[in-house]
């Protein structure tokens, strides 16, 4: 057994050896319904990535690298998921069940108790989350695995990615569904070779890629509920064809399928797949006709669709400030140094960077019934300056000269960020984000305070989508496109209800938060207010 082993030189032979699978194709792993993944296994390439749909056998091949590597090449294995959580159940939902399965992988693991270390004779699998640098620190692995790269924390990937530059024989297996343009998976796979599974049609003999949703899928019905959507089919995308691809052909129509380039100068292998391919319930065309009838009505089923299932990004309408909004909402006026009016009340959030402290300062109009109601929903801001200092220190002037409450960003810079609230305690919190109580709540502990990030985004960029708040005429572009950057997206939770959230891909957003924090900033002010006598002073 262990020559046999040792003899086997490709990872996509040791799966078909050693991995027993569960439904819905169980037995010996095999490639018979999932042929695009044979070459993928096999990749030697430094670094390869897998943008694809959900359900499309990619965790398998990841999990097939990561035992082989362990197996045959004797090399540690870093699995990087997105969160601590996902880190814990990957021992449950994925390891365990591997292991239990095949007598060979039980045998491989000597020590499987610590959920982030299993050992493996002289080899060793690390399981991490993404959220904590310290986690990824000091890992001995040339073979890092990257399940679902787009909910990870985008800014400690370049740390990870740098994990297995002290070693010789290295590989970065970067897989995901993707969300949008410049983010997460699709910044790596725009750098790859950029490859589409393409086979030959049964009817013209060309080669074609199920890529194109609108080119490859007939939906016969206007409704889930009709009949008539159980005749939709998947066709050949050449006009002069548009023969009909039948479902159940497909093992026999894709066993012969060849990955092709779009850009064959790459060093990063990169690969692309959609459910159209897929011989499971989710490739059928009725199964995807009715996600397309979802998707005309539902933003969630929208980002869905081209998310998930078809492997690409997208951008549902609506999702961002677009530039259009902003010109909108700008009037007759210019950035001011002082506030307009002593009666009324003036609020500024900060964004820090290790480099550079963005700040927006805004002054509000409020109706007489937001005290007894939401302010925020009654009230408009006036941007009245916005802009960036290098120090903390540099922020006690703006306090001073406009009388503001403030709300500053409580990370990275914590200590710094405490020593200016408790300079002007009572006017001033440090915030934290959090994205689990999908609610308006400010939770609030003396000068801390804790939000939901998705909430207050919905209300501050709203705002602008809204066109309910004003801006001066000499707004800086580097604003413009801070506000512009980040995109509400929708995701599922752990018991598969969609959920909104923020992300900005590769482009900066500082500002987007100050505009967030000064938002926040207005509720804070209002509950001092109705406490105590205001004060323009720091203590």
Known sequence: MGLKRKSIQRCSKWAENYRIMGKPFPGAFSFVHHPWLREIHDAQDEEVVGQKAAQMGFTEVALNKTFFSIDVLQEAVLYILPTDGDASDFSSSRFDPALEASEHLRSMFTDVKNVGHKRAGSASLYVRGSRSRSQLKSIPAGRIMFDEYDEMNQKNMPLALERGSGQVNIQNFILSTPTIEEHGINVRYKLSTMEDFHFRCPHCSKLIALIDLDDCLVVTADSEEDPKILESYLRCPRPSCHGRIEHEEKPHLLKDGIWVPAESGSTIRGF??????????????????????????????????????????????????????????????????????????????????????????????????????????????????????????????????????????????????????????????????????????????????????????????GRIKKHNMRLPQDLPIQWQDHIKAPVRIYTEDSMGNPVGRYVSGNKSDDFAHARNYSEIALSMALSFANNQDMTDAPN
């Open 272 to 461: 692309h797949i959609t459910q159209l391919y897929s011989s499971a319930k989710a490739g059928r065309p009725s199964s995807l006709a009715k996600a397309v009838l979802r998707a005309r009505t539902s933003p969630e089923a929208e980002q869905e669709l081209y998310n998930s299932k078809m492997g690409s990004t997208h951008e549902v309408k609506g999702a961002r400030v677009l530039q259009s909004d902003i010109k909108e909402c700008q009037g007759g006026y210019l950035m001011r140094d002082t506030g307009l009016s002593e009666s009324t009340i003036i609020t500024m959030g900060v964004d820090v960077q290790p480099t550079q402290l963005f700040y927006e300062i805004d002054e509000w109009t409020t109706n007489a019934s937001a005290y007894f109601q939401d302010i925020n929903l009654c009230s408009t801001p006036r941007l009245l300056r916005a802009g960036t200092v290098a120090e903390f220190e540099d922020l006690d002037p703006l306090m001073h000269t406009f009388g503001c409450f403030a709300v500053i960003d409580a990370q990275p810079e914590k200590r710094n960020s405490v020593k200016f609230c408790r300079r002007w305690s009572g006017r001033a919190w440090y915030c934290f984000y959090t994205d689990h109580t999908r609610s308006k709540e400010i939770v609030e502990d003396e000068d801390k305070i804790t939000v939901d990030r998705t909430t207050w985004l919905d209300i501050s960029q």
